[in-house]
Protein backbone atom coordinates (compact mmCIF):
# COMPACT_ATOMS: atom_id res chain seq x y z
CA UNK A 1 0.00 0.00 0.00
CA UNK A 2 0.80 3.26 -0.61
CA UNK A 3 2.01 4.68 2.68
CA UNK A 4 0.88 8.64 1.39
CA UNK A 5 -2.42 8.08 -0.15
CA UNK A 6 -1.95 11.46 -1.14
CA UNK A 7 0.98 9.95 -3.34
CA UNK A 8 0.00 6.47 -4.81
CA UNK A 9 2.97 6.31 -6.00
CA UNK A 10 5.10 7.23 -3.81
CA UNK A 11 7.18 4.63 -1.08
CA UNK A 12 4.79 1.68 -0.15
CA UNK A 13 4.83 -0.72 3.23
CA UNK A 14 3.46 -4.36 3.33
CA UNK A 15 -0.16 -4.53 4.76
CA UNK A 16 -0.79 -8.49 6.33
CA UNK A 17 -4.15 -9.69 5.29
CA UNK A 18 -5.84 -13.10 6.17
CA UNK A 19 -8.89 -15.41 5.30
CA UNK A 20 -10.68 -17.72 6.50
CA UNK A 21 -12.61 -19.22 3.59
CA UNK A 22 -16.52 -19.96 4.02
CA UNK A 23 -17.25 -23.12 5.45
CA UNK A 24 -19.69 -24.38 2.83
CA UNK A 25 -18.60 -23.19 -0.38
CA UNK A 26 -21.74 -23.36 -2.37
CA UNK A 27 -23.52 -21.35 0.20
CA UNK A 28 -20.92 -18.82 0.06
CA UNK A 29 -22.40 -15.18 -0.70
CA UNK A 30 -18.84 -13.23 -0.42
CA UNK A 31 -16.29 -11.95 1.56
CA UNK A 32 -16.72 -9.91 4.76
CA UNK A 33 -13.99 -7.57 5.94
CA UNK A 34 -13.49 -7.43 9.56
CA UNK A 35 -12.27 -4.59 11.14
CA UNK A 36 -9.98 -4.95 14.15
CA UNK A 37 -10.67 -2.92 17.16
CA UNK A 38 -7.58 -1.21 19.45
CA UNK A 39 -6.19 0.43 18.20
CA UNK A 40 -3.79 -2.17 17.54
CA UNK A 41 -5.43 -5.10 17.29
CA UNK A 42 -4.57 -7.80 14.97
CA UNK A 43 -7.13 -8.97 12.21
CA UNK A 44 -4.65 -11.06 10.90
CA UNK A 45 -4.41 -13.20 14.43
CA UNK A 46 -8.03 -13.19 14.76
CA UNK A 47 -8.97 -14.81 11.83
CA UNK A 48 -5.88 -17.31 11.82
CA UNK A 49 -6.96 -18.49 15.35
CA UNK A 50 -10.32 -18.61 14.01
CA UNK A 51 -12.45 -15.85 14.89
CA UNK A 52 -14.85 -16.51 17.52
CA UNK A 53 -16.87 -13.18 17.36
CA UNK A 54 -19.65 -14.19 14.48
CA UNK A 55 -21.69 -17.55 14.30
CA UNK A 56 -21.58 -20.49 13.06
CA UNK A 57 -23.81 -19.01 10.24
CA UNK A 58 -21.77 -15.97 9.06
CA UNK A 59 -18.35 -18.96 9.30
CA UNK A 60 -20.48 -20.53 7.01
CA UNK A 61 -21.87 -18.43 4.66
CA UNK A 62 -18.56 -15.87 4.23
CA UNK A 63 -15.00 -15.84 3.19
CA UNK A 64 -13.97 -13.73 6.59
CA UNK A 65 -10.70 -11.60 5.55
CA UNK A 66 -9.13 -9.06 8.37
CA UNK A 67 -5.71 -7.46 8.15
CA UNK A 68 -3.27 -5.88 10.54
CA UNK A 69 -4.29 -1.93 10.14
CA UNK A 70 -0.76 0.43 9.25
CA UNK A 71 1.21 0.33 12.29
CA UNK A 72 0.06 -2.74 13.73
CA UNK A 73 1.45 -6.06 14.34
CA UNK A 74 2.69 -7.22 10.60
CA UNK A 75 1.95 -3.99 9.29
CA UNK A 76 4.91 -1.70 9.34
CA UNK A 77 4.45 -1.89 13.21
CA UNK A 78 4.75 1.25 15.22
CA UNK A 79 8.39 0.69 16.72
CA UNK A 80 9.71 2.17 19.88
CA UNK A 81 12.94 1.99 22.40
CA UNK A 82 11.57 -0.58 24.99
CA UNK A 83 13.91 1.67 27.92
CA UNK A 84 11.53 4.93 26.93
CA UNK A 85 8.13 3.32 26.65
CA UNK A 86 8.88 2.00 30.54
CA UNK A 87 10.05 5.87 31.27
CA UNK A 88 6.53 7.32 30.80
CA UNK A 89 5.57 9.49 33.13
CA UNK A 90 2.29 9.00 35.49
CA UNK A 91 -0.56 10.82 34.20
CA UNK A 92 -1.12 12.04 37.65
CA UNK A 93 0.52 15.42 37.39
CA UNK A 94 0.88 17.46 40.49
CA UNK A 95 2.04 20.74 38.65
CA UNK A 96 2.52 22.78 35.83
CA UNK A 97 6.28 20.84 35.78
CA UNK A 98 4.71 17.83 35.78
CA UNK A 99 2.39 19.10 32.58
CA UNK A 100 5.71 20.07 30.53
CA UNK A 101 7.87 17.01 31.49
CA UNK A 102 4.95 15.13 30.10
CA UNK A 103 4.96 17.13 26.79
CA UNK A 104 8.88 16.67 26.90
CA UNK A 105 8.60 12.95 27.00
CA UNK A 106 5.81 12.79 24.32
CA UNK A 107 7.96 14.66 21.80
CA UNK A 108 11.10 12.57 22.34
CA UNK A 109 9.19 9.24 22.36
CA UNK A 110 7.58 10.00 18.60
CA UNK A 111 10.78 11.43 17.61
CA UNK A 112 12.32 7.88 18.49
CA UNK A 113 9.52 5.74 16.93
CA UNK A 114 9.64 7.49 14.18
CA UNK A 115 13.06 6.98 13.72
CA UNK A 116 12.59 3.24 13.92
CA UNK A 117 9.18 3.05 12.36
CA UNK A 118 9.95 4.50 9.32
CA UNK A 119 7.76 7.29 7.10
CA UNK A 120 4.38 5.40 8.17
CA UNK A 121 4.68 6.54 11.30
CA UNK A 122 3.32 10.02 10.06
CA UNK A 123 0.39 8.29 7.95
CA UNK A 124 -1.63 6.36 11.18
CA UNK A 125 -4.78 7.67 10.92
CA UNK A 126 -7.95 5.76 9.97
CA UNK A 127 -8.30 8.30 7.23
CA UNK A 128 -5.01 6.38 5.71
CA UNK A 129 -6.86 2.91 6.73
CA UNK A 130 -10.18 3.75 4.76
CA UNK A 131 -7.99 3.82 1.17
CA UNK A 132 -6.78 0.65 2.55
CA UNK A 133 -10.03 -0.68 3.15
CA UNK A 134 -10.98 0.10 -0.52
CA UNK A 135 -7.71 -1.71 -1.90
CA UNK A 136 -8.90 -4.92 -0.05
CA UNK A 137 -12.30 -4.77 -1.37
CA UNK A 138 -11.06 -4.37 -4.71
CA UNK A 139 -8.32 -6.86 -4.75
CA UNK A 140 -11.14 -9.56 -3.27
CA UNK A 141 -12.73 -8.83 -6.50
CA UNK A 142 -16.19 -7.66 -4.38
CA UNK A 143 -18.10 -5.16 -6.30
CA UNK A 144 -19.44 -3.52 -2.74
CA UNK A 145 -17.78 -4.12 0.61
CA UNK A 146 -19.58 -6.53 3.87
CA UNK A 147 -17.76 -5.05 6.25
CA UNK A 148 -18.30 -5.59 10.56
CA UNK A 149 -16.30 -3.43 12.70
CA UNK A 150 -15.79 -3.83 16.22
CA UNK A 151 -14.57 -1.24 18.60
CA UNK A 152 -12.14 1.23 17.50
CA UNK A 153 -13.06 -0.90 13.64
CA UNK A 154 -15.92 0.79 13.67
CA UNK A 155 -14.21 4.00 13.03
CA UNK A 156 -12.84 2.52 10.13
CA UNK A 157 -16.52 1.50 9.10
CA UNK A 158 -18.16 4.48 9.57
CA UNK A 159 -15.24 6.56 7.00
CA UNK A 160 -15.21 4.33 4.77
CA UNK A 161 -19.29 4.54 4.68
CA UNK A 162 -18.47 8.33 4.24
CA UNK A 163 -15.93 8.25 1.74
CA UNK A 164 -17.49 5.53 -0.08
CA UNK A 165 -21.21 5.47 0.74
CA UNK A 166 -22.08 3.60 -2.64
CA UNK A 167 -19.26 0.67 -2.38
CA UNK A 168 -21.42 -0.46 1.06
CA UNK A 169 -23.10 -3.80 1.24
CA UNK A 170 -23.55 -4.32 4.31
CA UNK A 171 -22.10 -2.89 7.62
CA UNK A 172 -22.03 -3.58 10.95
CA UNK A 173 -20.74 -1.21 13.74
CA UNK A 174 -20.51 -3.36 16.85
CA UNK A 175 -19.78 -1.59 19.83
CA UNK A 176 -19.37 2.46 18.33
CA UNK A 177 -17.27 5.05 19.08
CA UNK A 178 -18.78 8.34 18.46
CA UNK A 179 -15.80 10.65 16.27
CA UNK A 180 -18.03 13.64 16.26
CA UNK A 181 -17.60 14.19 20.05
CA UNK A 182 -15.70 17.12 19.45
CA UNK A 183 -14.08 18.82 22.97
CA UNK A 184 -11.73 17.03 25.46
CA UNK A 185 -13.77 17.67 28.32
CA UNK A 186 -17.14 15.92 26.55
CA UNK A 187 -14.80 12.97 25.37
CA UNK A 188 -13.51 12.62 29.30
CA UNK A 189 -16.68 12.40 30.45
CA UNK A 190 -18.97 10.45 28.38
CA UNK A 191 -15.84 7.56 28.68
CA UNK A 192 -15.50 7.98 32.48
CA UNK A 193 -19.72 7.56 32.56
CA UNK A 194 -19.55 4.89 30.40
CA UNK A 195 -17.10 2.81 32.93
CA UNK A 196 -18.80 3.78 36.04
CA UNK A 197 -22.10 2.74 34.51
CA UNK A 198 -20.29 -0.94 34.25
CA UNK A 199 -19.26 -0.65 37.57
CA UNK A 200 -22.25 0.38 38.96
CA UNK A 201 -24.10 -2.82 37.17
CA UNK A 202 -21.14 -4.94 38.72
CA UNK A 203 -22.39 -3.65 42.02
CA UNK A 204 -26.03 -4.37 41.45
CA UNK A 205 -25.09 -8.02 40.91
CA UNK A 206 -23.22 -8.25 43.51
CA UNK A 207 -26.08 -7.87 45.62
CA UNK A 208 -28.53 -9.93 43.81
CA UNK A 209 -26.11 -13.07 43.00
CA UNK A 210 -24.98 -15.46 45.83
CA UNK A 211 -22.25 -16.80 43.91
CA UNK A 212 -20.58 -13.09 43.93
CA UNK A 213 -17.47 -13.74 46.10
CA UNK A 214 -18.80 -10.22 48.10
CA UNK A 215 -22.27 -11.01 47.99
CA UNK A 216 -23.83 -9.20 51.41
CA UNK A 217 -20.83 -7.01 51.95
CA UNK A 218 -20.63 -3.37 51.28
CA UNK A 219 -18.64 -3.61 47.45
CA UNK A 220 -17.57 0.07 47.04
CA UNK A 221 -15.72 0.28 50.53
CA UNK A 222 -13.97 -3.12 50.13
CA UNK A 223 -13.21 -1.48 46.49
CA UNK A 224 -12.25 1.67 47.74
CA UNK A 225 -9.83 0.42 50.88
CA UNK A 226 -7.91 -1.36 47.42
CA UNK A 227 -7.52 1.51 46.32
CA UNK A 228 -6.42 3.32 49.20
CA UNK A 229 -3.89 0.50 49.52
CA UNK A 230 -2.51 0.87 45.96
CA UNK A 231 -2.16 4.46 46.56
CA UNK A 232 0.42 3.92 49.25
CA UNK A 233 1.74 1.39 47.05
CA UNK A 234 0.99 -1.52 49.80
CA UNK A 235 -1.30 -3.66 47.29
CA UNK A 236 0.22 -6.71 45.91
CA UNK A 237 0.00 -7.35 41.99
CA UNK A 238 -1.75 -11.02 41.54
CA UNK A 239 0.27 -11.46 38.55
CA UNK A 240 3.56 -10.36 39.59
CA UNK A 241 4.07 -11.21 43.65
CA UNK A 242 6.17 -8.90 45.73
CA UNK A 243 5.56 -6.17 43.57
CA UNK A 244 3.22 -3.71 44.02
CA UNK A 245 0.15 -2.42 42.22
CA UNK A 246 -0.58 0.94 40.96
CA UNK A 247 -4.22 2.75 42.00
CA UNK A 248 -4.67 3.01 37.65
CA UNK A 249 -3.18 -0.55 36.95
CA UNK A 250 -5.80 -1.95 39.52
CA UNK A 251 -8.40 0.17 38.13
CA UNK A 252 -7.59 -0.66 34.35
CA UNK A 253 -5.84 -4.15 34.31
CA UNK A 254 -7.91 -5.43 37.08
CA UNK A 255 -12.00 -3.86 36.98
CA UNK A 256 -11.95 -2.26 33.41
CA UNK A 257 -10.89 -5.48 31.38
CA UNK A 258 -13.10 -8.06 33.29
CA UNK A 259 -16.44 -4.81 32.09
CA UNK A 260 -15.11 -5.97 29.01
CA UNK A 261 -16.94 -9.37 29.13
CA UNK A 262 -19.12 -8.61 32.11
CA UNK A 263 -16.82 -11.28 34.34
CA UNK A 264 -18.54 -10.36 37.53
CA UNK A 265 -17.79 -13.71 38.84
CA UNK A 266 -14.17 -13.14 38.23
CA UNK A 267 -13.82 -10.02 39.24
CA UNK A 268 -15.62 -10.14 42.88
CA UNK A 269 -13.01 -13.21 43.27
CA UNK A 270 -10.25 -10.93 42.09
CA UNK A 271 -11.04 -7.99 44.40
CA UNK A 272 -11.76 -10.96 47.69
CA UNK A 273 -8.28 -12.22 47.19
CA UNK A 274 -6.70 -8.86 46.93
CA UNK A 275 -8.18 -7.65 49.66
CA UNK A 276 -7.39 -10.71 51.67
CA UNK A 277 -3.70 -10.52 50.43
CA UNK A 278 -1.40 -9.62 53.24
CA UNK A 279 -0.38 -5.90 52.60
CA UNK A 280 3.57 -4.95 51.18
CA UNK A 281 5.71 -2.58 52.87
CA UNK A 282 4.77 1.15 51.31
CA UNK A 283 6.53 1.40 48.00
CA UNK A 284 6.67 3.87 44.69
CA UNK A 285 4.65 2.40 42.28
CA UNK A 286 4.90 2.43 38.21
CA UNK A 287 1.76 2.19 35.55
CA UNK A 288 1.78 0.12 33.16
CA UNK A 289 3.12 1.33 29.48
CA UNK A 290 1.01 1.98 26.76
CA UNK A 291 0.94 0.17 23.81
CA UNK A 292 3.19 1.40 20.47
CA UNK A 293 -0.09 1.55 18.69
CA UNK A 294 -0.87 5.12 21.10
CA UNK A 295 -0.31 7.23 17.59
CA UNK A 296 -3.10 5.77 16.33
CA UNK A 297 -5.10 6.99 18.87
CA UNK A 298 -3.51 10.77 19.07
CA UNK A 299 -3.70 10.75 14.97
CA UNK A 300 -7.83 10.15 14.91
CA UNK A 301 -8.54 12.39 18.27
CA UNK A 302 -7.43 15.71 18.95
CA UNK A 303 -7.80 15.98 22.70
CA UNK A 304 -5.87 19.43 23.30
CA UNK A 305 -5.25 20.49 26.91
CA UNK A 306 -3.32 23.95 27.49
CA UNK A 307 -1.92 23.78 30.51
CA UNK A 308 -1.63 21.70 34.26
CA UNK A 309 -4.48 23.50 35.35
CA UNK A 310 -7.21 22.67 32.62
CA UNK A 311 -6.06 19.01 33.15
CA UNK A 312 -6.86 19.48 36.53
CA UNK A 313 -9.78 20.31 35.93
CA UNK A 314 -10.28 17.43 33.42
CA UNK A 315 -8.95 14.50 35.85
CA UNK A 316 -11.75 16.31 38.55
CA UNK A 317 -14.38 15.81 35.66
CA UNK A 318 -13.61 12.40 35.00
CA UNK A 319 -13.49 11.19 39.06
CA UNK A 320 -16.61 13.45 39.64
CA UNK A 321 -18.63 10.88 37.06
CA UNK A 322 -16.59 7.65 37.80
CA UNK A 323 -15.46 7.97 41.81
CA UNK A 324 -14.98 4.48 41.87
CA UNK A 325 -12.53 4.73 38.29
CA UNK A 326 -10.30 7.23 38.88
CA UNK A 327 -7.21 7.85 36.19
CA UNK A 328 -9.16 5.62 33.79
CA UNK A 329 -7.48 4.46 30.83
CA UNK A 330 -8.88 8.00 28.56
CA UNK A 331 -7.00 10.63 30.77
CA UNK A 332 -3.77 8.22 29.99
CA UNK A 333 -4.09 8.51 26.54
CA UNK A 334 -5.16 12.07 26.43
CA UNK A 335 -1.84 12.64 28.62
CA UNK A 336 0.51 10.17 25.59
CA UNK A 337 -1.43 12.54 22.99
CA UNK A 338 -0.33 15.90 24.34
CA UNK A 339 1.46 17.78 21.38
CA UNK A 340 0.76 15.43 18.77
CA UNK A 341 -0.39 16.42 15.94
CA UNK A 342 -3.87 15.26 14.43
CA UNK A 343 -4.35 13.93 11.17
CA UNK A 344 -7.34 12.92 10.82
CA UNK A 345 -9.79 15.01 13.87
CA UNK A 346 -12.95 14.52 14.90
CA UNK A 347 -16.46 15.73 13.01
CA UNK A 348 -19.83 14.50 12.40
CA UNK A 349 -20.70 12.04 10.00
CA UNK A 350 -22.00 12.50 6.86
CA UNK A 351 -22.54 9.22 4.52
CA UNK A 352 -25.47 10.25 2.48
CA UNK A 353 -26.48 7.92 -0.15
CA UNK A 354 -24.87 4.94 2.24
CA UNK A 355 -27.44 1.27 2.24
CA UNK A 356 -28.70 0.70 5.69
CA UNK A 357 -26.01 0.27 8.44
CA UNK A 358 -26.42 -1.76 11.00
CA UNK A 359 -25.46 -0.01 14.37
CA UNK A 360 -24.91 -2.49 17.74
CA UNK A 361 -24.39 -2.03 20.99
CA UNK A 362 -24.95 -2.78 24.11
CA UNK A 363 -26.64 -0.95 27.11
CA UNK A 364 -23.99 -1.35 29.38
CA UNK A 365 -20.94 -1.33 27.67
CA UNK A 366 -17.76 -0.43 29.79
CA UNK A 367 -15.83 1.52 26.52
CA UNK A 368 -18.17 2.78 24.25
CA UNK A 369 -21.12 3.88 25.90
CA UNK A 370 -24.67 3.39 24.50
CA UNK A 371 -25.27 7.25 23.86
CA UNK A 372 -22.50 7.36 21.83
CA UNK A 373 -23.95 4.36 19.14
CA UNK A 374 -27.40 6.19 19.67
CA UNK A 375 -25.12 9.44 18.28
CA UNK A 376 -23.98 7.77 15.65
CA UNK A 377 -27.22 5.90 14.27
CA UNK A 378 -28.77 9.76 14.28
CA UNK A 379 -25.70 11.16 12.15
CA UNK A 380 -26.28 8.27 9.57
CA UNK A 381 -29.61 9.44 9.01
CA UNK A 382 -32.06 7.33 7.18
CA UNK A 383 -29.12 4.80 6.76
CA UNK A 384 -28.59 4.05 10.83
CA UNK A 385 -30.35 1.18 12.28
CA UNK A 386 -30.07 1.04 16.00
CA UNK A 387 -29.93 -2.47 17.31
CA UNK A 388 -29.36 -2.57 21.16
CA UNK A 389 -28.28 -5.32 23.05
CA UNK A 390 -30.03 -4.85 27.11
CA UNK A 391 -27.33 -6.55 28.63
CA UNK A 392 -23.69 -5.64 29.64
CA UNK A 393 -20.08 -5.77 27.55
CA UNK A 394 -17.86 -4.93 24.92
CA UNK A 395 -19.50 -6.40 22.18
CA UNK A 396 -22.68 -8.14 21.33
CA UNK A 397 -23.39 -9.72 18.49
CA UNK A 398 -23.27 -13.15 19.60
CA UNK A 399 -24.86 -12.19 22.93
CA UNK A 400 -28.00 -14.83 22.59
CA UNK A 401 -30.09 -16.18 19.54
CA UNK A 402 -32.12 -12.58 19.17
CA UNK A 403 -29.11 -10.62 18.46
CA UNK A 404 -27.58 -13.47 16.19
CA UNK A 405 -30.32 -13.72 14.14
CA UNK A 406 -30.79 -10.23 13.67
CA UNK A 407 -27.36 -9.58 12.59
CA UNK A 408 -27.51 -12.62 10.73
CA UNK A 409 -30.17 -12.01 8.29
CA UNK A 410 -28.80 -8.66 7.66
CA UNK A 411 -25.85 -9.70 6.74
CA UNK A 412 -26.45 -12.47 4.23
CA UNK A 413 -30.29 -11.53 3.16
CA UNK A 414 -30.06 -7.53 3.89
CA UNK A 415 -32.82 -8.08 5.60
CA UNK A 416 -32.69 -5.08 8.17
CA UNK A 417 -34.27 -5.45 11.84
CA UNK A 418 -37.35 -2.76 12.56
CA UNK A 419 -36.25 0.22 13.81
CA UNK A 420 -36.07 0.42 17.35
CA UNK A 421 -35.19 -3.13 17.97
CA UNK A 422 -34.16 -4.45 21.48
CA UNK A 423 -32.87 -8.03 22.22
CA UNK A 424 -33.01 -9.30 26.06
CA UNK A 425 -30.12 -10.05 28.00
CA UNK A 426 -28.59 -13.59 28.47
CA UNK A 427 -27.04 -15.20 31.27
CA UNK A 428 -23.16 -15.17 31.10
Known sequence: MPIDWAHPDGPAFGLAVARRKAT??????????????????????????????FSPEISRRFDIVSFDPRGVGRSNPVT????????????????????????????????DCRARTGPV????????????????????????????????????GAQYAETYPHQVRAMVLESVMDHSVSTTRDFLRSEAAAAQDSFNEFVKWCG????????????????????????????ENPAKPGTPLSSADLVNGIAFKKFYDA??????????????????????TSVAA????????????????HDYREYASLVHVMNKTAPDLPYLLPI?????????????????????????????????????????AVSVARQLRRSGVLLTYEGQGHGSVTSGPCMENAVDSYLIDLTVPPRGTSCPAVAS
Open 121 to 156: FDHLDTAGTVQDLEAIRAALGEAELTFHGSSYGTLL
Open 290 to 305: LPPTTPVFCSDWHLPV
Open 80 to 111: CSGDLLAQRPSPEFESQADFDATLAYNQRLRG
Open 332 to 372: HMTAACLGAPTANPQHRLEAHGAPPILVSNALHDPATGYPW
Open 24 to 53: DPGARVGSMVFGPGGPGDSGVDRVVSGISR
Open 208 to 235: SDSNCALHGRDVRTVWQGLLARAERGEL
Open 263 to 284: EYAGLATAIAGMEASRPLPSSP
